[in-house]
């Protein structure tokens, strides 16, 4: 009898064993049926909530097809202050204005077309900026007959800009002001490629130009008059400066047009053109009047720089304010 109670006795052990390695094997299922249900339900709503890039973040920008040259060169001979100089410099608070004096400063009062209005006689432009600006304006103003934009500053020296900061700094705090008022000597202001716009109506009221309304045109057609928005509003991170609408800056038309079309800020576009070398594939943009462009880039030397420029075409030398100097053809 104790013979068969010990197997009686194993018989229930092992059934009992049996029936909760059963129990455990079906939970397991049950489980991974569970989790895989899950993942096949949850995965395409969190794939569709995924987070797009910032497009402030940095980017590498791949060149557009480069055209190899046809042009004939000779050399002419750039000062190493000259990498400081032109449409093209780059300022911004980690590349300096060296604030050359022989710019060529004129007064936007003295100089205005039609179609806008100037908030006083002191403030100034480079030379180059009043013609196509006053076309701009012109052109907008008998497309849409509103007279009420003003040019509220244009050129400001070192001394001026530490004045407009350090007021800012101390009503707003300092944070604040850096994400509007660049420090001085990193103003864009100091180049006089520059002008800030406001609104200033036949009331008398003064009013902040936001870009939109009747002067979206302007913000939406300035790179065929070659101006950009410096500071746009996806590009904080790349400039350090918040969206500034009323903010132009004068680069000239073929460059004012690729940075449009290519969406680069001047930060970005002076990097670009780096692929572009005077011994390589050369960058070709052509204006909305059918003019075509060259441009390349050449690295400054220490010291002077032979610049390779074309024998018998137009062309312009800018510095860019950081390591060389940007050619454009006129071809």
């Known amino acids: 009898m104790q013979h068969y109670r010990y197997r009686d006795s194993r018989k229930r052990r092992y059934a009992s064993s049996h029936g909760r390695w059963t129990w455990i094997f079906f939970l397991v299922i049950s489980c991974v049926v569970v989790v895989g249900l899950a993942v ?36 002419v001979k750039y000062a190493q202050d000259q990498v400081h100089r032109g449409e093209l ?23 205005k077309g039609e179609g806008y209005k100037v908030s006083d006689t002191t403030v100034k432009v480079q030379q180059s900026v009043m013609a196509p600006f006053n ?19 244009g050129y400001r020296s070192k001394e001026h800009q530490t004045r407009i900061f350090n007021n800012n700094a101390l009503q707003d705090g300092l944070t604040e002001a850096e994400k509007w008022i660049a420090r001085p000597g990193g103003s864009e202001h100091h180049t006089g490629y520059v002008v800030d716009l406001s609104i200033y109506t036949d009331q008398g009221l003064s009013l902040d130009y ?33 969206y500034e609408p ?12 690729f940075m449009t079309e290519q969406h680069l800020c001047l930060e970005e576009y002076i990097e670009y053109l ?24 050449v690295p400054a030397a220490e010291g002077s720089t032979d ?11 800018s510095g860019n304010n950081v390591d060389g100097f940007i050619v454009t053809v006129t071809l």
């Open 274 to 297: 780096k692929q572009y070398p005077v011994d390589g594939g050369h960058l070709q943009v052509t204006d909305g009047d059918g003019v075509t462009y060259e441009i390349y880039y």
């Open 40 to 75: 096949c339900l949850i995965y395409p709503l969190l794939a569709s909530r995924e987070k797009k890039p910032s497009s402030d973040a940095t980017q590498v920008f791949a060149p557009v097809s480069a055209v190899q040259t046809q042009l004939e060169y000779r050399t």
């Open 307 to 317: 610049v390779l420029v074309p024998k018998d075409k137009e062309y312009q030398v």
């Open 89 to 111: 410099i780059l300022v911004n608070n980690d590349n300096l204005c060296q604030f050359l004096e022989d710019s060529n400063l004129v007064s936007v009062y003295e100089e």
């Open 210 to 242: 936001d870009g939109t309304a009747e002067c979206r045109w302007i913000n939406a057609n300035c790179q065929e008059y070659g101006f950009v928005v410096r500071y746009p509003e996806d590009k904080t991170k790349v400039t350090g400066i918040d």
């Open 135 to 153: 076309e701009l304006m012109r052109d907008f103003q008998h497309l849409t007959g509103y007279d009420e934009v003003m040019v509220a500053s």
């Open 246 to 257: 009323w903010h132009f800056r004068y680069v000239g038309k073929p460059h004012a047009i």
